[in-house]
């Protein structure tokens, strides 16, 4: 009934901005809780970004100072702004939301990141 669906990906040089997006499908939807995860080619997937239900942010080290995770203000959207990209920021990345705080999880359909000379 509800789709989240991510969009911004793309091939970006050394010290470029990527902005990733991720909206849910049906308007009446409003995210409690939200995170971007990240696989790397050969890398497990990792946490990279995530907004509690009290809009605390939390950040791996590695992207600290450089990505900053978002939302607009009706919940209907969660952003990663991505800065000084780094060749081992490349990726897929997805989005997972929380419509409650003991809702399930949901999962988009990822996004590639590319960065590279």
């Known amino acids: 009934q509800v789709q989240l669906v991510e969009s911004g990906g793309g091939l970006a040089q050394p010290g470029g901005s990527l902005r990733l997006s991720c909206a849910a499908s049906?308007?009446?939807?409003?995210?409690?809780?939200m995170a971007w995860h990240r696989q790397g080619p050969g890398k497990e997937r990792e946490l990279v970004a995530s907004?509690?239900?009290?809009?605390?942010?939390n950040y791996i080290d590695s992207v600290k100072g450089r990505f900053t995770i978002s939302r607009d203000n009706a919940g209907k959207t969660v952003y990663l702004q991505m800065n000084s990209l780094k060749p081992e920021d490349t990726a897929v990345y997805y989005c997972?939301?929380?419509?409650?705080?003991?809702?399930?999880?949901?999962w988009g359909q990822g996004t590639q990141v590319t960065v590279s000379s």
């Open positions: 049906r308007s009446d939807f409003k995210f409690y809780a």
């Open positions: 907004i509690g239900g009290f809009g605390n942010t």
């Open positions: 997972q939301v929380r419509f409650s705080r003991f809702g399930d999880a949901y």
